[in-house]
């Protein structure tokens, strides 16, 4: 592993440059129950992020951390919001974007892969790949995301390990490297072999800290528990050692290879490997695709999208909050920012940083950053922020709906307040509204049926206005295009009943089933119709 360097330490390079190489953003994706939530505790430790473990999420009347800000989230128990979470170690910075746990908000977990440069991937080791897993890794190899495993919950009773990795290899086509290897299983755990260095870190006492494993013989395991067949350890390290794929960054920079990391997440065993592997292999903050070119993160001239939207993460002061990943340069506070969408300047006076408990106001921040930017429905989901160039940042994905509801008014002299409401909510990313062209009220679309609970308790909350919704006559909304302006128009005049438009003013066709999207879609030659739209 010689030719592994951590780049923060090299030389001679500009101190823009030297910050960018010290970030580390990634998200975790896991099948829930997998103990996401219990690693972000331990990783939040290790950087002193929180000072105990179990206030990420701790139920009942404990819950009431950051990741609570909606009551909604409190009366399901469950994880509605996404947020970011900064800690350092050992001189690098990591910024750990969560996702929400719940399917119904899958949309918002899609976003916040685009912001991340790379992913540890949660496996139970009874369980092995889960149907969440192999969702979120194929929007992850969509966008060419390194993973890195981490096989958990290895103090219990586990598959067998070989067909673990097999599993990965086979159902995900990604190459293992095994960095750790299992001593004993389930109750007999003792810990875990250094695969390329040799020896074995134990689970008593070895949990708490990185640094190099305990040196035991292997022999010496048998004395730490009689149930051991040693010499059968012995030859499957031998095995795992000579057998195991080499680790090659360039395979797993490029999503081809994982390396692989066993512990028990709850014991806080394996963590620090896995973080020591995040510093060592994740990349830093890579060069992100723009309308216009690519932009390097060492680019000096500050850029920045947003990926997520949030309200209300501080019941007392009402605020929004814009979830800008940082792209290129540096910013500063009260600089000024360009918001190309609007060609609008935008002051940047009080961005925040996140920690697990805390924000506090950053004064710089660099490119892999995460910042949260207050404001007042200024910023919307997919915006881009530079330092004056024009260009917009491409990639952030809004899904078609798969939940379409006409929303009904009890009030109906508050329509006007519904419409400003709708449009905030849309921006937002909470849902999508689509506006019939025939003038009919609005649709509200989502992925999830949760989404719909959340508008309702919002506009409720937020906006003092009670709505029920409504099944609408269609079902299905897609997005229609076309490279000919007028085949296009010609198209819209003659379905004028079933198209809306999206938050942006884009055209979506909207049809009663597959059946009729089918028929017009035969019909409708140099159309495009899709369900995933870049948000500009
Ligand atoms: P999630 O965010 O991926 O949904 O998982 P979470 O961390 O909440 O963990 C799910 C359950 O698995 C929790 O138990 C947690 O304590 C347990 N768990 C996590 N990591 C390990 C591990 O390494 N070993 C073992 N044995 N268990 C682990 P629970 O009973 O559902 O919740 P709780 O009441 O303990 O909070």
């Known amino acids: 592993m010689s030719d592994i360097a951590i780049s923060a330490e090299s030389p001679a390079r500009s101190p823009l440059a030297a910050e960018v190489s010290r970030r580390r953003t990634f998200a975790i994706i896991s099948h829930p129950d997998a103990g996401k939530t219990t690693l972000t505790e331990k990783l939040l430790l290790f950087g002193g992020a929180i000072n105990l473990a179990g206030q990420v999420k701790a139920k009942g009347e404990r819950r009431n951390t950051r990741s609570d800000w909606m009551k909604i989230e409190r009366e399901r128990g469950i994880s509605v919001v996404t947020s970011v979470m900064t800690f350092e170690f050992e001189g690098l910075v990591f ?5 929400p746990g719940h399917e119904d908000f899958s949309e918002d977990t899609y976003r916040t892969l685009t912001a991340v440069d790379s992913a540890v991937m949660v496996i139970d080791a009874a369980k092995g790949i889960e149907a969440r897993t192999r969702k979120l890794f194929e929007v992850c190899r969509l966008r060419d995301i390194p993973i890195i495993t981490f096989i958990n919950k290895m103090d219990r009773d586990s598959r067998d390990v070989f067909e673990l990795l097999d599993e990965i290899e086979k159902t995900l086509a990604l190459d293992t490297t095994p960095m750790t290897w299992p001593v004993g299983r389930g109750r007999d755990f003792l810990g875990t072999y250094d695969v390329a260095n040799g020896g074995v870190r134990l689970l008593e006492g070895g949990g708490a800290k990185t640094g190099a494993a305990q040196q035991i013989e292997i022999a010496e395991l048998g004395k730490l528990n009689a149930n051991l067949d040693v010499s059968a350890v012995k030859d499957e390290l031998e095995l795992v050692t000579e057998a195991s794929k080499p680790f090659e960054l360039a395979a797993f920079r490029e999503g081809h290879l994982t390396p692989v990391y066993f512990g028990s997440a709850l014991r806080n065993f394996g963590v620090g490997d896995l973080l020591e592997g995040l510093g060592k292999f994740a990349p830093e903050p890579r060069a992100q695709e723009s309308d216009q070119r690519k932009v390097e993160a060492t680019d000096p001239r500050m850029s920045a999208f947003v990926f997520k939207i949030q309200a209300n993460m501080d019941p007392n002061h009402r605020d929004r909050i814009a979830f800008a990943r940082l792209c290129s340069g540096k910013l500063s506070r009260g ?3 360009k918001l190309v969408r609007t060609g609008k300047s935008m002051p940047l006076s009080s961005p925040q940083f996140f920690f697990a408990q805390d924000r506090s ?3 710089e921040a660099f490119a892999g950053d995460v910042v949260g930017i207050p404001n007042h429905g200024t910023l919307r989901i997919g915006d881009t922020l530079t330092e004056g160039e024009d260009f917009n940042f491409v ?3 809004s899904f078609a709906p798969e939940i379409v509801r006409r929303v009904r008014l009890t009030d109906a002299m508050k329509a006007k307040k519904l419409k400003e409401a709708l449009q905030q909510m849309s921006e937002e ?5 689509f506006r019939p ?3 009919a009220p609005a649709l509200v679309g989502v992925v999830g049926a949760l989404q719909l609970d959340v508008l309702k ?3 409720e909350a ?3 206005l009670p709505v029920e919704f409504e099944v609408s006559e269609f079902q299905l909304a897609r997005w229609v295009s076309s490279d000919d302006r007028k085949k296009l128009d010609t198209f819209i005049a003659a379905n004028t009943s079933s198209i809306a438009d999206d938050v942006d003013g884009d055209p979506v066709y909207l049809a009663r089933n597959e059946f009729y999207l089918g028929y017009t879609r035969e019909r409708a030659e140099g159309i495009a119709f899709t369900n995933v739209k870049d948000v500009k």
Do not use: H, S
């Not at 990313?429 to 509204?433: A, I, L, P, R, Y």
């Open 429 to 433: 990313g909470v849902v999508q509204v």
């Open 361 to 363: 106001v950053a004064d």
């Open 437 to 439: 062209r025939d003038g």
């Open 395 to 397: 990639g952030v994905p």
């Open 457 to 459: 308790a919002r506009l």
């Open 462 to 464: 937020e906006y003092a």
């Open 95 to 99: 910024n750990l974007l969560d996702t």
């Open 335 to 337: 600089m000024k920012a």
